[in-house]
């Protein structure tokens, strides 16, 4: 059973000189122990297992699948993407391959690149009037003075 | 089995953005106000992203679709008759625990889309009338952004500066001060700076899956606690069926079941609805009776119609280089409203909004993403490589424009965990979303090109983007169009309000929720003025 489940996940994720192949991670039993999660998802494992096991010979499953049944095979995917990407060895190779650390997002967070340009059209109102008296004359108070600071206050009397 | 029996003077149902908004106001006013909501409260250590394995959460426990989510206190939302799948989530705080958090307002034209632009509906109330209540919203929530956006018209001083632009979101706004379109870092209630007990945003990315350390706003952590100090009751857990009436039609109360199956009626002066686009006429319309056969105020037959969730085309640009796409609140970094207003030279009516999003984690990535193709087998490795951490998205919301037949209806083949009726989505794009579309795809695949990108990949619609919930029990003067009046209440029982995005005569161009908020926030005003409570 394991083994035309490895075929198939190996047919996804082949690996290559960097990265591991699906088996070499084991994702097929990482993906049955995801699928325990579930009730749904054990019932849709089963019937991936069914159709690999009656398609033993086909050499391409993967696409045979795809076309087939294609809610089975995006079930497949995402569950064998899962177990591969959620592996620490592959979040290793991302780390090597990329600026990304190994870890959660939490607590550290992430640096971000500050806020460093200034849009270019600070001083032309673009809103347009709903055509009420309330509207024009905000619009002609903010064209007057458009970097004025507002209060709460002042905002307030603009109730009809 | 027994039945329990109380009584409240104002009930509110949900306690998500809008019921908390409101439950605060009117506690804050001094009145005796109760919420039932079906889930629970949201732990700060539910936050899941200090896990190693965070992003299986973000795909199972954590998806924003309830059907793919299935918890306890999600109700099924049949979907096969919508090309945009529901993303909502069912708890103290409702779908702020997943939102992202970007806050842009209505303009004063949204509000006068039919006489302006002679399409959708006017509402009875314009920007003018809920001006003082975003200001209070964004205070309570917290809000980041730059003062002085010429898009719209003058706010009070932002609570801390904008979230930061990122690499790939000053290439942009480079290439939009070279195409002098117009652009803003946007609005959003993600803290930048220290608040309280809640933490500045340290940039860790996925948002949707809770925030760490409270630096995204969610009403659990903003309204609710206020709320409850000033002697509003929340009581979790309570799932409720219908609205009950009397012979005269009025609102009596509500019926309800708790975790253990218990059943509960708590019978209220004012009745208010808070259960989001669908929650509300999910059970509004499950609560039929002799006086009103087609669900309680239903007269119009508008009850579940008009359903508006904007389309949302998203566009993603690949860049040579790592722009670091995973670090940042991923869904926003700043706006373009350059296409915003009306143009009738342009082949459909109103405009869209362009927001700058960034990228996602590997898993999601190799997933596809926003819009992109990562194929499986022998080149899935070079493509993934290729694109992780090397992308930004820019996501178009259209504006929907409201259609009796793209509606929220009740199905009794398929109910809840207590037997009530499951909602079902019915939802088609319009000739006018097509050509809007369009319009947007091409104006985003320019910009990013001309930020630098060096291939970009287009979807015409995010499918699972169904969190903008609209217009099911609509606002509006004229009883035969609308549910409520100006006022949030009934035209058929004025003691049942309804206070959330139900309520939106227009969709606008942008997120629905600080507005949506500013309108529970006058309805409890409205409320308490008219002495109703
Ligand atoms: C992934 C995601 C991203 C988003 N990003 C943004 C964004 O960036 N900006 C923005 O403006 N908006 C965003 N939104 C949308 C935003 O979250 C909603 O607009 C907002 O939360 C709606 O508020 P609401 O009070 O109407 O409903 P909700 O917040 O959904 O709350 C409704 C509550 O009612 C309860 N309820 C429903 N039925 C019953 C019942 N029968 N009995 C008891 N309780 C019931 C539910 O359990 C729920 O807690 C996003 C949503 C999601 C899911």
Known sequence: ?160 | MTVLHDEVNVLVVGAGAAGAAFTWRLASLGVEVTCLEQGEWQRPESSLTALKNWESKRISERSPNPNIRRNPADYPILDDTSIIKPAIYNGVGGSTILWSAHTPRFRPSDFRVKSLDGVGADWPITYWDLAEYYEINDEIMGTSGLHGDPGNPPRAPRTTPPVPLGIAGSRIAKALNELKWHWWPSDGNILTQDRGSRRACNGCGPCEMGCATGARASVDITYWPEALALGAELRTGATVRRVLSDAAGKATGVEWVDITGQEHITHANIVVMAGNGIGTPRILLNSASKEHPRGIGNSSDQLGRNLMLHPIPVVTGVFDEDVESWSGNDAFALLIQEFYENDDTRDFKRGYEMQVTRGQGPLVTALGGFSLDVPWGTDHHDVFEQYFGRVATVAVTCEDLPHPNNKVTIDSTVTDRFGIPAARMWYELEENSKRMITHGVKSATDLLLKAGARETYAKPFAPAAGFHLMGTARMGNDPRESFVDQACRSHDVPNLLVIDGSVFASAAAVNPTPTLQAVALRAADLLREDALV
Do not use: C
Not at chain 1, 114 to 138: C, K, Y
């Open chain 1, 1 to 160: 059973m394991s083994a035309i489940l490895e075929r198939f996940t190996n047919e996804l994720l082949p690996g290559n000189g960097h990265w591991p192949s699906a088996s070499e991670i084991q994702v097929s039993s990482t993906m049955q122990k995801f699928a325990e999660r579930d009730s749904q998802q054990q019932v849709m494992l089963a019937q991936l297992l069914d159709f690999l096991e009656m398609h033993n010979e086909t050499a391409a499953v993967a696409a045979a699948l795809e076309m087939k049944d294609p809610d089975l095979f995006s079930f497949a995917k995402v569950l064998a993407f899962e177990a591969y990407y959620t592996s620490p060895k592959v979040r290793d190779v991302i780390a090597q391959r990329s600026r990304y650390a190994n870890r959660p997002p939490q607590p550290a967070g992430f640096q971000v690149v500050p806020h460093a340009v200034t849009p270019w059209n600070q001083d032309a109102i673009l809103w347009r009037s709903d055509g009420t008296e309330r509207s024009e004359i905000v619009l002609k108070m903010q064209q007057k003075d458009p970097n004025k600071t507002w209060t709460v206050e002042e905002i307030r009397q603009w109730q009809p």
